[in-house]
């Protein structure tokens, strides 16, 4: 079977005409059947009595960026990840913070309230007009900087940032790298980067349920990492102290939605069976083939390079109206005819994003009808 289909009959149900795998995809029967066999099982033994073994699930993600289970820690949201992350990371005063123009919104807000507390410096990095970082003018500056954070895809435009170059360069320099892999785990490749962290979340890419996000840090780095960490994460006591678990356990909320952890392990797990290959190369050529469908479409036109290798693709409204009333009337009308996209504002990244876009992000089961659809919507 091919992706499209296998991917399709996983679901007894599916949004028709649904385009914002984006900002939340759909899960599989076999993830619901996962997170409500777990939420029977609390009731039936009583719910730490059915503590699941989620190793093969934690393994199963870890792989995913050639790290190891007991590297993973799950956290509630991405925004979690990243603040348990870099809240308990004793980078020295005066350390200088490679950042980039495009990142999500909790990250800079985050990055703007540590900075000034610790004496950090924040440095824009270097991209091109893609907004796409360039390595060449990175490698100069990599030995001024204490660490650099982005996203591998933002999520208000469709370019794949060259993660495997920046973390070669990144390692070769010493300086830590975490990637935000939000939009990218499941989409496209994240093997061969060995970032220091990856931030990640359930519900885009990877299908999972809603409420789980994950940090994954290969061979964490206690001395320096988890100096505020025990405040939120695991721990177990020595002597009179609390002290932090061992690895990046440490950084993991002991109560949770265990349910949901379980779904996410179960979407993982289905990603592996299909293989991850294949799905990425499925949703590669997804975004080529949208954007040949959409771009011009009612003076409509496509801001990402057309061959770019992910699925996610925005649209600029005509010149003319006033763009945030047309990205708004067109997600509405799009609503009306059940196809399902996003209205992203400029507020969204205002550094990055001179108009508001139409994002379009077709899902493995979308198909060519579909996007001729949401064609004729915006030529209408
Ligand atoms: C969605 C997203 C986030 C935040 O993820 P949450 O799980 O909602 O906290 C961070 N970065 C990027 C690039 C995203 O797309």
């Known amino acids: ?144 900087l204490s660490l650099v954070v982005h996203p591998h895809i933002a999520s208000q435009r469709g370019v794949v940032q060259p993660a495997a170059a920046v973390g070669a360069l990144c390692r070769a320099a010493g300086v830590p790298y975490v990637l935000d892999v939000c939009q990218s785990l499941g989409h496209v490749d994240v093997t061969g980067v060995g970032a220091t962290a990856y931030v990640g979340t359930s519900r885009k890419w990877l299908a999972g349920p809603r409420g789980v996000g994950f940090l994954i840090v290969p061979g964490l780095d206690e001395a320096t990492m988890d100096a505020a960490v025990p405040a939120l994460g695991s721990h177990r006591w020595a002597g009179d102290d609390p002290a932090p678990e061992p690895g990046a356990a440490r950084y993991e909320t002991s109560e949770a939605a265990i349910a949901a952890r379980v779904g996410l392990a179960t979407a993982v797990l289905e990603l592996h069976a299909l293989g991850p290959a294949a799905v990425h190369a499925h949703l590669a050529a997804l975004g080529p083939t949208t954007r040949d469908i959409l771009d011009g479409a009612g003076g409509w036109r496509v801001v990402e390079p057309f061959a770019e290798p992910s699925a996610i693709t925005t649209l600029r409204p005509p010149p003319g109206d006033d763009p945030a009333a047309a990205v708004e009337r067109a997600r509405a009308l799009a609503a009306e005819r059940s196809l399902t996209v996003a209205a992203i504002p400029t507020s969204r990244s205002p550094a990055d994003m001179p108009t508001p876009v139409l994002r379009v992000s077709p899902t493995p089961a979308t198909t060519e009808s579909d996007l001729k659809a949401l064609a004729a919507v915006l030529a209408a």
Request: charged letters at 20%; glycine letters at 8%.
């Open 1 to 144: 079977m091919n992706i499209t289909d296998a991917w399709r009959s996983a679901r007894s149900s599916y949004p028709p005409g649904y385009l914002n795998a984006a900002s939340c995809n759909v899960p599989s029967d076999a993830v619901l059947d996962a997170v409500v066999a777990q939420l029977r099982r609390e009731q039936e033994l009583g719910a730490y009595e059915a503590t699941p073994d989620l190793s093969g699930g934690r393994a199963a993600l870890a792989a995913l960026v050639d790290a190891d289970g007991p590297d993973v820690a799950f956290l509630e949201s991405a925004t979690a990840a990243m603040a348990a992350l870099l809240g308990g990371w004793a980078l020295p005063p005066g350390s200088r913070i490679g950042v980039t123009h495009v990142e999500y919104g909790s990250t800079t807000m985050l990055l703007r309230r540590l900075a000034p507390q610790h004496d950090w410096r924040l440095v824009d990095l270097p991209m091109d007009g893609d907004s796409r970082l360039d390595p060449a003018a990175l490698e100069p500056l990599l030995p001024g």
